[in-house]
């Protein structure tokens, strides 16, 4: 089964917990404080592998989660960082983030990285807060959680040449003649539910990759049939051999059925237009096919001026009749074409940049009266406090108190002695 699609959850590791240690040996009276760090978190990293076509392992497996790093020890000793999380995705992977639909990154050539969460870093021992008036802390910092994120996969197959053309157009039938893919063949529309992807070898030591994508038909560039999943894979490709059946029998009007494939793609994407097209009439061992190629190039002359008719090479895929020129000129037209798939340059001068500060807490009521805390930046001054050791509340409570929770909690209208909750953790406000 072709996976071309899925959607995954990503976590990366929680840094190591700090810890509260001193130091204590025979002959040494003033030890103090000796509590080492905690290790980094691992992050978690997409890798092009190439011997991967599908996104199917996805299917399988939709979390991933990177190891946390280790707690810190005594004598100063840091907790040992995680190892990195090494996910292996396919070539022409596109990684968007799920709830904002921004393209994170796009995987194209082999061992592409991609860093998608970055690992919490460890939380610091109680050696990092000895001070003169307070040389025995009791002070220890929790790792800083590891990044979370929803993304999405979206594999775009990295083929040289596209065969374009409705349904049961021979697109699969040449294929497997000219390649050693075997893709299913069969008297009926949409034979072809996946991509199928063939490498053409010629005499003169020339290859190219060749795909067979689900055929097209009306208003596939608003989702009709298998419209997305073939125009997705389209824009990768360098060359569009369009295929037009001239046996007379599925398709009455050959230079029609050309057309609306061309406006589908125009409708998508206009820049797919543009692409160079090798139109490939089919089927020309039939009776008619002949004939009706006469009237496609009378059309089609009309149509786009006698100076602007693309290149026509008529085949029989079951004849073998003029596939070995298609592929030599194919070979050919790939060397002169440029790769459609660019990096745009912006300059500084054409970017606008707004920064919308995000609130460090937000202030809730229950219905039973408590108080709620929440927010990206207290939440994570939370999980990375010790909570076990009254001196590390204390520092909390004083990081609130710098972040204005206090003042806005006061104008909200507690009272002394309301309770307040954060995530699990409750307490009473006291003046």
Known sequence: MFVDQVKINIKAGNGGNGVVAFRREKFVPNGGPAGGDGGRGGDVVFKVDSGLRTLMDFRYQRKFKAASGSNGMNKQMTGRSAENLVIRVPGGTIVKNTETGAVIGDLVDNDDTLVIAKGGRGGRGNMHFASPKNPAPEIAENGEPGQEIGVQLELRLLADVGLLGFPSVGKSTLLSVVTSAKPKIAEYHFTTLVPNLGMVQLDDGRDFVIADIPGLIEGASQGVGLGFEFLRHVERTKVLLHLVDMSGVEEENPFESYEKI??????YDPDLIKRRQIIVPTKMDMPDAEENLKKFREKLQ??????????????????????????????????????????????????????????AFKIEQDEDGTWVLSGEKLERLFKMTNTEHDDSLIRFARQMRGMGVDDALRKAGIKNGDTVRILDFTFEFVE
């Open 262 to 267: 061309n406006q589908e793609l125009s409708k």
């Open 302 to 359: 009309k149509s786009v001026g006698p100076n602007e008719v693309p290149d026509i090479f008529p085949i029989s895929s079951v004849t073998h009749k003029g596939l070995q020129p298609l592929m030599q000129h194919t070979a050919d037209v790939l060397e002169t074409t440029p790769d459609p798939i660019e990096t745009p340059v912006v300059s500084d001068d054409d970017v606008t940049y707004a920064y919308t500060p995000k609130k």
